[in-house]
């Protein structure tokens, strides 16, 4: 049970009596100032440390969780990315190859008009020189 200040001012002043004053300051000072009931244990201090010692052990544990589901997700994010930079790929692919095959048909159409064009020069060429002048 703690001292009240009344019972700590009635020691104090039959300790000054007693010792005097000086000696009676040095020792009041060594009294805890609210009472023994109020000082920490060893065994106050050891239940806290393992308490904080538990706790540190689960905000380590719900770091590591934490950690864990940051890197399962920037996994599945990669992946995802991979996934969709290889279908882009794939697509562009297949247009590059469509337009290849256009490519191909236009080719293969400007060669016939050029053709088309050749022989009408020299369709044009020839009648110009087998014509007789006056006809």
């Known amino acids: 049970m703690a001292a009240t200040q009344a019972q700590r001012a009635a020691l104090y002043a039959s300790l000054v009596d007693s010792m005097g004053e000086e000696a009676a300051d040095t020792l009041m000072d060594q009294l805890p100032p609210g009472g023994w009931d109020q000082m920490a244990t060893k065994d106050d201090l050891a239940g806290l440390e393992s308490r904080l010692q538990a706790g540190f052990a689960e905000a380590a544990k719900e ?18 990315m991979h996934e969709g930079f290889a279908e882009a790929a794939k697509e562009r692919a ?24 050749a022989a009408a020069t020299i369709s044009i060429w020839i009648a110009l020189f087998t014509m007789t002048p006056g006809s």
Not at 63 to 80: G, N, T, W
Not at 95 to 104: P, R, V, Y
């Open 94 to 117: 297949e247009i590059i190859k469509s337009q290849a095959e256009i490519i191909k048909i236009q080719a293969k159409q400007l060669y016939v008009i050029v053709a088309a064009i």
């Open 63 to 80: 770091r590591a969780e934490s950690h864990a589901k940051l890197v399962e997700s920037y996994a599945d994010l990669k992946i995802a």
